[in-house]
């Protein structure tokens, strides 16, 4: 080894005439008192440093090295290189001022000279220093070099390094962000410096794809829980101080200003996963969900809400999809966790599945409701018995179902709807787990139900969706069927009657809210009505309990309120007829049953007479109340319950129920058409409808003819129902001869007694026309006219045909086949 060194270079042996009167400062250099035998460089280095250090850096001679640096940018290297070595020496002399001045001066050169294409070399020095101050234990040391990598981390470097790695730096400071020192005031500072640091690492690798990849599962491993670490103190003092807000202990100017770890943090957390891309977000989630078992921050779920939220909001909104389905895959790892733990996950699920329902549209929502409804099959599958936990734990499901589509328009609620429908196990499936998923399911089915907005019955109720759900209503279990009844009260109300119709009453509802039926919604009513209503009536007769009757009434008037109007009553009044005939005529039931479906009856006639404001109909049933206010108070409202009632009942009563031919009178005293309910059979138990299928007036005529004999077909036939063309004996009205608007308006202004009397003759033609013809003439009447203008075209053009045939031929040609003889469609036997 060297007794002496020098600390000349041959190569700058010019430089030594430039300051030749002084000193070298080194103790060990052979040059003495020479100092022109030092490079330019190194003196400058060494004039920044004052004599005593608590002067601080030299500005003068700071500014010199500067000038010099960028005049001379091919020293920078040397300058960072020598730099460092001094900070060392004065490192392990514990002359800790003299570090900050080397650490403030390289600061100011890196600041200065960034833009230089010789700066990778003089950043290789500077993270070395860096890395020395960090491996100290002095935390002053650590802080001021964590800030000095921070100030490094904001510039942008034109000139990209291949082979910079900061393992180092992710790793101390990981480990600063856990700093337990026993000064507060300390520990605060050193975690922020942590954090800060790791924010630089972050803005320096994840803009530049060259250098070492920060989202590798070993680094996330470390990022995240130091920022989970911090973050977790936070929430329970930003609660605390939401509190002390409240109370008025703590006011708003005391409050926030000072940055304090856990609001580093969370902004840290946010930009973190603001620059994750598709591939990376995974990197960040799976440490997050490792962090929170590990610490066992699933209960309560605050912190876990407060987390996700940051998430979803920071991160990419078309990779939102990611988190709700990373954390249903947690979710599945996890089906064998405590029903708390599921549940908070499942909660947590619930607050954040809404921000990415916007982003979710066809395939991957309906793979998000298959998730959540494939959960809730598990959850009732897994346990014999429901506890209050497992409980809890569906409905938290179901509400994030709810939340999820309440974000999507309301066709794709319907869509949902459909799906959900389509899940649920099928009647004839009667075991207890199956009736249990049934009503899990259909409880997820309603709370889609519930965010829906009905606008047309026709788009709430398509066929696909209504056939099964009215299979639903009959089902044997009261639980299913309420259900059921609860989701179609949840579409069939558009103004928000279902609380004001949910007791059973002959009285007015004083805040019923009304609008006139459409003319699509009318439509409906005639094409599916029967059906529903029919579906009601099976429901109303399968159980006895106020809930399930209740339930049934309050859809039932729910559906009198939404489309009763003069074109329907009449299907209306059916159905109120039919059900009254159940509790005729039904052997199978009670007389409570009884009794209470004859409440049921009598509430909707004074309903539908109220909302369609047929006064007529109203007296009728007013007379029919006061009757049994009189006679039978047991067959008025209130429902009667079968528990607290024992009592036996006189239902053979026939002159207070409801009369058929007089609610057509009503109609016929107000002007309406009475035909339908005068010739129509009221709804029965157990009949088969089917949804989608319209019945024609062929269909309609046989059934009547089923349960009436031919003379009262004939004699309530209406005209109207068919073509007045191709009746016998009768003709079209004539239009007025001349047609001026005089004309016109005379033929419009008829008085509607004539157009009445004019109708009631042409029914009497025709029913004298059938009752006295015989069959013979009504076969000539009724015969297609096209058929003779058919023949006489045939013959026209075998006239003109240029083959001679024999007359023979002709003959038989001219001779109609047997098989092609037309008969009338009534007249098949």
């Given at each position: 080894?060297?007794?002496f060194t020098?600390?000349?270079?041959p ?6 005439l ?9 103790p060990?250099?052979c040059?003495g008192?020479?100092?022109a035998?030092?490079?330019?460089y190194?003196?400058l280095?060494?004039n920044?440093?004052?004599v ?8 003068s001679?700071?500014?010199?090295l ?6 001379s940018p091919?020293k920078?290297?040397?300058i960072?290189?020598y730099l460092y070595?001094?900070?060392?020496k004065?490192i392990?002399r514990k002359?800790y ?9 390289m600061?100011n050169?890196l600041?200065?000279?960034h833009?230089?294409t010789?700066l ?8 070395r220093?860096?890395q020395k101050l ?5 935390p002053n ?8 990598f ?7 470097e034109?000139?990209?390094?291949y082979?910079?790695?900061y393992?180092?730096f992710?790793s101390?400071f990981s480990s ?5 020192n026993?000064?507060?005031e ?6 922020l ?8 690492v972050i ?10 990849n ?7 491993e470390?990022?995240v829980p130091s ?14 101080k939401?509190?002390?807000l409240a ?9 926030a200003t000072?940055v304090?770890?856990?609001?580093l943090?969370e902004?840290?957390?946010?930009e973190l996963?603001g ?6 977000i995974?990197?960040v989630?799976?440490p997050?969900l490792?962090?929170?078992?590990r610490?066992?921050?699933w ?7 407060h987390?996700f939220?940051?998430v979803?909001i920071?991160?990419?909104p ?10 249903m895959q ?6 064998k966790?405590?029903p ?12 954040i ?26 959850s009732?599958s897994t346990t014999?018995?429901i506890?209050?936990e497992?409980s809890?734990?569906?409905?938290a499901?179901i509400n ?6 309440n ?11 459909l799906?959900?429908m389509n ?12 009736q249990?998923?049934?009503?899990i ?12 907005s009905?606008t047309?019955?026709?788009?709430a ?5 209504l ?8 089902a044997?279990?009261?639980?299913t069927r309420?259900?059921v009844m609860?989701?179609?009260q ?8 279902e609380?004001?119709?949910s ?7 004083a805040?019923?809210s009304?609008e006139?039926?459409s003319?699509?919604?009318?439509i409906?009513?005639?094409?599916y009505?029967?059906?529903i ?6 429901s109303?007769?399968?159980s006895?309990k106020?809930d399930?009757l209740?339930?049934?009434?309050n859809t ?6 939404e489309?009763a109007?003069?074109e329907?009553v009449?299907e ?7 059900i ?8 199978d039931l009670?007389n409570?049953?009884?009794?209470c479906?004859?409440i049921?009856a009598?509430a ?8 369609t404001?047929?006064?007529?109909l ?7 109340i006061?009757d049994r ?14 528990k607290k ?6 239902l053979?009563l026939?002159h207070l129920a409801i009369?058929k ?7 016929q005293?107000?002007g ?7 010739t129509?059979?009221?709804y029965?138990l157990?009949?088969i409808?089917n949804p989608?299928h319209?019945h024609?007036?062929?269909e309609?005529?046989?059934n009547?003819?089923?349960?009436r ?9 209406n005209a ?5 063309s ?9 239009l007025?001869?001349?047609y001026t ?9 008829e008085?509607?007694e004539?157009v009445?009397?004019?109708?009631q003759?042409?029914?009497?033609q025709?029913?004298r026309?059938?009752r ?9 009447r ?5 058929d003779?203008?058919?023949?006489r ?16 031929n ?8 047997i098989y092609e003889?037309n008969?009338?469609e009534?007249?098949y036997?």
């Amino acid at each position: 080894m060297a007794l002496f060194t020098c600390c000349f270079e041959p190569v700058e042996f010019p430089e030594f005439l430039d300051t030749f009167v002084q000193k070298c400062t080194d103790p060990s250099c052979c040059c003495g008192c020479c100092s022109a035998l030092r490079p330019r460089y190194k003196r400058l280095v060494d004039n920044i440093f004052p004599v005593n250090s608590e002067d601080g850096l030299v500005k003068s001679n700071m500014e010199k090295l500067t000038f010099y640096s960028l005049s001379s940018p091919d020293k920078l290297d040397r300058i960072g290189e020598y730099l460092y070595q001094k900070a060392s020496k004065d490192i392990n002399r514990k002359r800790y001022k003299f570090v900050e001045i080397a650490m403030e001066a390289m600061d100011n050169l890196l600041q200065a000279c960034h833009a230089q294409t010789t700066l990778n070399l003089f950043v290789e020095s500077f993270l070395r220093m860096v890395q020395k101050l960090l491996e100290d234990s002095n935390p002053n040391l650590q802080i001021l070099a964590t800030n000095s990598f921070v100030k490094f981390a904001n510039i942008n470097e034109d000139t990209p390094s291949y082979h910079r790695r900061y393992d180092f730096f992710i790793s101390k400071f990981s480990s600063m962000c856990h700093g337990n020192n026993d000064n507060i005031e300390l520990r605060d500072s050193i975690r922020l410096a942590g954090i800060k640091g790791v924010q630089g690492v972050i803005r320096k690798t994840v803009s530049d794809d060259l250098v070492e990849n920060i989202w590798e599962k070993q680094h996330m491993e470390k990022i995240v829980p130091s920022l989970l670490f911090n973050m977790q103190f936070g929430v329970n003092v930003m609660f605390v101080k939401k509190n002390m807000l409240a109370s008025g202990d703590l006011t708003p100017v005391e409050d926030a200003t000072v940055v304090t770890p856990p609001v580093l943090a969370e902004e840290v957390l946010r930009e973190l996963v603001g620059r994750a891309s598709f591939g990376h977000i995974r990197s960040v989630l799976k440490p997050l969900l490792t962090h929170l078992d590990r610490h066992e921050l699933w209960v309560p779920n605050t912190f876990a809400i407060h987390t996700f939220r940051i998430v979803m909001i920071s991160i990419q909104p078309q990779y939102s999809y990611t988190v709700v389905e990373t954390l249903m895959q947690h979710l599945d790892n996890n089906f064998k966790s405590s029903p708390k733990t599921r549940t908070s996950l499942a909660v947590v699920l619930s607050k954040i599945i809404a921000i990415a329902a916007g982003e979710s549209v066809g395939p991957s929502a309906l793979d998000i409701i298959n998730n959540l409804l494939t959960h809730l099959r598990t959850s009732v599958s897994t346990t014999t018995e429901i506890t209050p936990e497992e409980s809890q734990y569906q409905e938290a499901l179901i509400n994030a179902l709810g939340e999820f589509a309440n974000h999507h328009p309301d066709y794709q609620k319907i869509e949902i709807m459909l799906f959900i429908m389509n899940t649920v196990p099928d009647l004839s499936k009667k075991s207890k787990g199956d009736q249990m998923l049934q009503n899990i399911l259909l409880k997820s089915l309603l709370k889609v139900g519930t965010q829906y907005s009905t606008t047309s019955f026709e788009k709430a109720f398509p066929a696909s969706f209504l056939q099964p759900l009215l299979k639903m209503a009959r089902a044997p279990h009261d639980p299913t069927r309420i259900i059921v009844m609860q989701i179609f009260q949840s579409l069939l109300d558009r103004h928000q009657n279902e609380k004001v119709l949910s007791t059973v009453s002959i009285k007015p509802y004083a805040a019923l809210s009304q609008e006139t039926p459409s003319r699509s919604d009318i439509i409906f009513t005639h094409k599916y009505g029967a059906n529903i209503m029919q579906a009601l009536i099976d429901s109303m007769a399968l159980s006895e309990k106020l809930d399930s009757l209740t339930s049934s009434y309050n859809t039932a008037a729910l559906l009198i309120v939404e489309m009763a109007c003069g074109e329907t009553v009449q299907e209306f009044l059916l159905f109120i007829l039919g059900i009254q005939q159940v509790a005729t005529t039904s052997d199978d039931l009670s007389n409570i049953h009884k009794c209470c479906l004859h409440i049921i009856a009598i509430a909707l006639l004074t309903l539908t007479a109220r909302v369609t404001g047929i006064n007529n109909l109203l007296e009728y049933a007013q007379k029919i109340i006061e009757d049994r206010k009189q006679e039978a108070t047991y067959l008025l409202p209130p429902l009667l319950d079968s528990k607290k009632s024992n009592k036996s009942y006189n239902l053979n009563l026939p002159h207070l129920a409801i009369d058929k031919m007089a609610l057509a009178e009503c109609l016929q005293n107000a002007g309406m058409d009475f035909n339908r309910l005068q010739t129509g059979v009221p709804y029965a138990l157990n009949q088969i409808d089917n949804p989608g299928h319209r019945h024609s007036w062929v269909e309609s005529v046989s059934n009547h003819m089923t349960h009436r004999n031919s003379s009262a077909d004939l004699t309530a036939y209406n005209a109207d129902a068919d073509s007045i063309s191709s009746s016998p004996g009768v003709s079209k009205k004539a239009l007025a001869p001349e047609y001026t608007v005089d004309a016109m308006k005379r033929y419009l202004a008829e008085p509607p007694e004539s157009v009445k009397r004019e109708q009631q003759e042409k029914q009497k033609q025709i029913v004298r026309a059938f009752r006295e013809s015989d069959f013979e003439d009504l076969m000539k009447r009724t015969e297609p006219k096209h058929d003779v203008i058919q023949n006489r075209l045939n013959d026209l053009f075998n006239s003109l045909s240029i083959d001679n045939k024999t007359p023979q031929n002709a003959a038989n040609q001219n001779e109609k086949p047997i098989y092609e003889t037309n008969f009338p469609e009534l007249f098949y036997y």
